[in-house]
C-alpha cells in the first residue's frame, strides 16, 4: 500500500482505481502506517527495557565479583555495549519516507520486531531463572543442555516466572513507549545534528567540486543522503530558523540537552579507554544478545586475588603425571576400570597418568601412624566389614545432619521467632534429626541427648567439603576418587575416568579371587562381591544412565525399573513426589530383597543408594507435610527454609528405617555405611540449587564412616 500511494502510480491505473476506492486506500494506508509507527515505538520500548533490566540483574547477580569501590567506579562502563545497541537500534526504527531508502525502512522495522522478541525471551527467561533458583542463565551451553524429557520438564518448571516476568515487561513498555521513543529520538537528533553540521561545513563542498558539473540529474543521491539525516533529527522538532537553530533542515536540540548527551558520551567513551583489562569488567559489560556468542572460550588471564596470601610461581614447569606403576596381582585379561594400567606391559614407554605422588597439591596421610583409639579396634579383631553401603545424601548441608545450635540453618530460625522459639517448635526440632545425631555423635537443638550420648560408632569429618556442587560429578568423584571434568553438565559419561571405581575395584577383587582360592561358605572374606545402585529418582536426566555403568555398575534400579512391572516385582504404592521420581520409602523393599539375596548366595553387598526426596521442590509423600511450620514466618526465603527442613527431617527417618533393616536381617554389626552429601543448598540465602553458587553453603557436607564396633572419632582436620 505503501508502494501503491507514495512510489507513484500512472493516471491511468488512478483512474481505473476511481476517487472513491482511491480515497479509502489512502485512509488505509494511512492507518496502516500509524499502527506500524506504534509497533516500532512499543518494540523498541520492549527493547530497551528488556536490555537494561537484564543488565541490572546480571550486576547484582555478581555483585560481589568486583571490590564495592571499583564496582562504583567503574560500574557505567558496564552499560557501554547496552547503549550503544540500543541508539542503533533507534535509528533502525525511525521511520524514513524517501523512495530510495524505504528498504532500509522495511529492513529497520522487522529487525526491531525480531530484536524484541529474542530479548524479551531472554530477559524473562534470566528473571525468572533467577528468582528461581538464584542463579543465571548461561545462555552459551544452552545447545549442550540436556535435551532428554527430564530436562524439558525441567524447562517447563519454570514457566510461570518466564510468563509473569514477560508480562510485566509487556505492560511497562507498552504504558512508557511514547517515552522511551521519544527520548532516544531526541539522543539521535543529537548526533544527527552534528552529523549534519559536519556535512554541510566540510565534507559536503570536497563533494560538490569533485562531482562532475553540468550534471542533468535534478535529484542525486547526495539529496537522498541530507535527506536520510533529516529523517534522523528529533522527532516532531520544528525545522524553521523562528523557532529553532537549524543546519540544512535538522533541528539543532537545546544546548542544555545537547551539552548532556556529548558529555555522558565522552565520560563513557574516556572511562572505558582507561578502565583497566580485567575478565570481571569484561564479563559484566556484555550485553544481552551477545551472551550465547562470547565467555566460552578459556581465560588465561591473570585473576586478582585481593591480598589472599601465599603465591604459586612455585607450581610452575610441576605435573602431576607419571608412568603408571606394574601391578602383578592383575588378572591376565584387561579389567574395565584398570585399562590405563594394561595399556602397555613390557619394555615399551608407557603412557602418562594421574599420580597422586606426583601431585604438588596432593596432602597425603599415609605415612602417619593410624589412629590409637582405631589400632586399639582393629588389634582386637572387633571390627567385621561383610557389606559396604555408600550413601549419597542429596542437597544435604553439613549444618542440618543434624541441624544443631550454631549452625548457620539454625541460627536463621532463631532469627525468624526473635530468638524466641515456641515451646512446640522446640519439640519439632527436638524430634527432627535423631538419627544424624546418633550417627554422629552430635546434639540437636533441644533434643535430651539420648542418640547423641551413645552414638552408633565411626569417623565423622565436621569439615568435608563436596568434589563438584552437581550431583553426577559429586557421584563420580566419590565412588572413583577423581576430580570431575571442569565443565557444566554431566560429561564424564562420554570420556575416560582416570581411575578405577569401587564397582570396578570389587570386580577385580572376584577376578583375583577366582583365579586363587574358592569361596567357603563359612568365611565371608571368601565371598565375591556384588555392587548395586538404587534410587527412587529417574537416570533419564542429563545422560545418568550412561554414567552409571561406565562407574562399574551393571545392576541398578530406579523410578524407570520401579515403574516397568516385567523388570521389578515391588511397584510404587504412592505417586510420584515431584517430576523427577517416587519418595524415597518406595526402595525400602528393593534395598531389603538385596540383603537377603547377598546372604542366601553368600554374596558381600556393595549397595550405593542417592537418596531423592531432599531435591527441590521437597515435596513429600503423605501424612508428612512440607510447610509444617518450623520457621517464625514464610516470607522471602524462610518458606524454602521451612520446606527443606522438613524434607531433611522426613530423609532422617529414611535412614532409621535403613538401619532397622539392617537389624532386622542380622548384619547391622558387619556392615560399614558411608554416608556422604552430595553438595549443599544455600536455602538461607534464597538459592534452591547449588548452581553458579560459591556460597559455603553449597560445598560443606555431611561425612560419616560408620560401623557398629567402631568407636566415635571426630575429624575436624578439612
Known amino acids: 500500500l505503501h508502494c501503491l500511494t507514495d512510489v507513484g502510480l500512472m493516471a491511468s491505473q488512478r483512474a481505473i482505481l476511481g476517487t472513491r476506492s482511491w480515497a479509502i486506500l489512502l485512509q488505509l494506508q494511512t492507518s496502516l502506517a500509524r499502527i506500524c509507527h506504534a509497533l516500532r515505538k512499543f518494540c523498541f520500548s520492549v527493547i530497551c527495557f528488556s536490555i537494561v533490566l537484564s543488565k541490572l540483574l546480571h550486576i547484582w547477580a555478581h555483585l560481589d565479583s568486583v571490590p564495592p569501590a571499583k564496582l562504583c567506579l567503574w560500574s557505567p562502563t558496564f552499560f557501554g555495549q547496552d547503549l550503544l545497541l540500543i541508539y542503533i537500534l533507534r535509528i533502525c526504527v525511525q521511520p524514513v519516507d524517501l523512495k530510495s531508502w524505504q528498504i532500509l525502512d522495511v529492513l529497520g522495522t522487522t529487525l526491531a520486531i525480531l530484536t524484541s522478541l529474542v530479548v524479551l525471551f531472554m530477559a524473562s527467561s534470566n528473571i525468572s531463572f533467577y528468582f528461581f533458583t538464584g542463579a543465571e542463565i548461561h545462555w552459551r551451553l544452552l545447545s549442550k543442555f540436556h535435551h532428554d524429557s527430564a530436562g524439558f520438564k525441567t524447562f517447563l518448571y519454570g514457566l510461570t516466572g518466564f510468563l509473569i516476568s514477560a508480562g510485566v515487561i509487556l505492560l511497562v513498555s507498552w504504558l512508557l513507549a511514547s517515552f522511551v521513543y521519544d527520548f532516544w529520538g531526541n539522543v539521535v537528533g543529537v548526533f544527527s545534528w552534528i552529523m549534519q553540521k559536519i556535512w554541510g561545513n566540510a565534507i559536503r563542498p570536497v563533494v560538490g567540486r569533485m562531482r562532475k558539473s553540468g550534471s542533468s540529474s535534478s535529484h542525486t543521491d547526495s539529496d537522498d543522503e541530507e535527506h536520510l539525516l533529516k529523517d534522523l533529527g528529533p522527532p516532531g522538532s520544528p525545522t524553521t530558523k523562528e523557532s529553532v537553530d537549524t543546519v540544512d533542515g535538522v533541528a539543532r536540540p537545546g544546548k542544555l540537552y545537547c551539552t548532556l548527551v556529548l558529555v555522558v558520551t565522552v565520560a563513557l567513551i574516556i572511562m572505558r579507554a582507561v578502565r583497566p583489562h580485567d575478565y570481571a569488567y569484561s564479563f559484566l559489560s556484555w ?25 604459586d610461581g612455585w607450581l610452575k614447569g610441576r605435573t602431576s603425571l607419571d608412568v603408571p606403576p606394574h601391578w602383578d596381582f592383575l588378572p591376565q585379561d584387561s579389567m574395565p576400570g584398570f585399562e590405563d594400567w594394561y595399556s602397555c606391559r613390557g619394555i615399551c614407554k608407557r603412557k602418562l597418568h594421574y599420580s597422586p605422588g606426583k601431585d604438588p597439591l596432593h596432602i597425603d596421610n599415609l605415612g602417619d601412624p593410624i589412629l590409637d583409639t582405631l589400632r586399639k579396634a582393629f588389634d582386637q579383631d572387633e571390627v567385621s566389614i561383610k557389606h559396604i553401603f555408600f550413601i549419597k545424601l542429596e542437597s544435604t548441608r553439613s549444618d542440618v545432619f543434624p541441624v544443631r545450635e550454631g549452625g548457620h540453618m539454625f541460627n536463621t530460625v532463631e532469627e525468624s521467632y526473635d530468638h524466641k522459639i515456641p515451646k512446640e517448635i522446640q519439640e519439632r526440632f527436638a524430634k527432627l534429626t535423631p538419627t544424624a545425631e546418633w550417627l554422629t555423635g552430635m546434639s540437636g537443638p533441644f533434643s535430651d541427648n539420648t542418640s547423641a550420648a551413645s552414638p552408633r560408632g565411626g569417623l565423622v569429618a565436621t569439615d568435608a567439603f563436596t568434589t563438584g556442587t552437581y550431583t553426577l560429578k559429586s557421584l563420580p568423584g566419590s565412588l572413583c576418587g577423581i576430580t570431575p571434568l571442569v565443565a557444566d553438565f554431566n560429561r564424564e559419561y562420554n570420556h575416560h575416568i582416570y581411575q578405577p571405581c569401587l564397582p570396578h575395584i570389587f570386580n577385580m577383587l572376584n577376578a583375583v579371587a577366582n583365579e586363587t582360592q574358592q569361596a567357603q561358605t563359612d568365611d565371608y572374606l571368601t565371598w565375591p562381591w556384588e555392587s548395586r545402585y538404587m534410587q527412587s529418582v529417574t537416570d533419564t536426566y542429563d545422560n545418568q544412565a550412561p554414567l552409571t555403568p561406565k562407574m562399574g555398575f551393571h545392576d541398578w534400579i530406579t523410578k524407570e525399573t520401579l515403574e516397568d512391572p516385567e523388570k521389578w516385582k515391588h511397584p510404587p504404592t504412592t505417586k510420584p513426589v515431584c ?12 534395598i531389603h530383597d538385596a540383603i537377603e539375596d547377598a546372604e542366601t548366595n553368600h554374596k558381600r553387598l556393595f549397595l550405593t543408594h542417592l537418596t531423592g526426596t531432599t531435591h527441590e521442590p521437597w515435596s513429600l509423600p503423605k501424612p508428612w507435610d512440607r510447610n509444617r511450620e518450623l520457621v517464625g514466618h514464610t516470607d522471602g526465603a524462610l518458606k524454602i527454609v521451612q520446606r527443606y527442613l522438613n524434607a531433611i527431617g522426613y530423609d532422617d527417618q529414611w535412614m532409621k528405617t535403613i538401619f532397622d533393616m539392617l537389624e532386622e536381617t542380622g548384619i547391622a554389626n558387619q556392615t560399614l555405611v558411608v554416608l556422604a552429601g552430595d553438595h549443599g543448598v544455600s536455602v538461607p540465602e534464597g538459592a534452591i540449587t547449588p548452581y553458579d553458587d560459591y556460597k559455603v553453603g553449597a560445598f560443606h557436607v555431611p561425612f560419616v564412616f560408620s560401623h557398629a564396633s567402631l568407636p566415635p572419632i571426630t575429624i575436624s582436620a578439612p
Do not use: I, N, W
Open 579 to 590: 517430576l523427577y521420581g517416587y519418595p524415597d520409602e518406595e526402595l525400602r523393599e528393593s
Open 287 to 311: 550485553v544481552l544478545p551477545l551472551s550465547p556468542f562470547v565467555g566460552g572460550s578459556r581465560c588465561f588471564e591473570s585473576v586478582e586475588l585481593g591480598g589472599m596470601p601465599g603465591r
